[in-house]
Nanobody
Framework: QVQLVESGGGLVQSGGSLRLSCAAS????????MAWFRQAPVKERECAAA????????SYGDSVKGRFTISRDKLWNTMTLQMNSLKPADTAVYYC???????????????????WGQGTQVTVSS
């Protein structure tokens, strides 16, 4: 069974940094757009960042632009999210996900993503 496994979450103070990683168990995902989503309590799941299959194009949610950086390593079939200048509003469960069938769609709609990791908690204290 193909899986996505996140790691790197934790507790950090406001202004700090964290680096999330997502490892895919199959090279299938190297051909598709991948993304990091996040979901805070009583809020809708939102796309923090998305990246094309080559890694050459990326998009970011307005609330994380300039602070987060998404990247992927096709050789090792991994994806990362570098998060800097973290704020308490960034507190959420973060999920990595693979697009159902597109290699260049960066719109970040949750319904377009068919495989999800189990999530990793990020907590930013004030």
């Amino acid at each position: 069974q193909v899986q996505l496994v996140e790691s790197g979450g934790g507790l950090v103070q406001s202004g700090g940094s964290l680096r999330l990683s997502c490892a895919a168990s199959a090279r299938t995902f190297s051909s598709y757009t991948m993304a990091w989503f996040r979901q805070a309590p009583v809020k809708e799941r939102e796309c923090a960042a998305a990246i094309s299959w080559t890694g050459g194009r990326s998009s970011y949610g307005d609330s994380v632009k300039g602070r987060f950086t998404i990247s992927r390593d096709k050789l090792w079939n991994t994806m990362t999210l570098q998060m800097n200048s973290l704020k308490p509003a960034d507190t959420a469960v973060y999920y990595c996900a693979a697009h159902l069938n597109a290699y260049n769609d960066l719109s970040g709609l949750p319904a377009d993503f068919g495989t999800w990791g189990q999530g990793t908690q990020v907590t930013v204290s004030s």
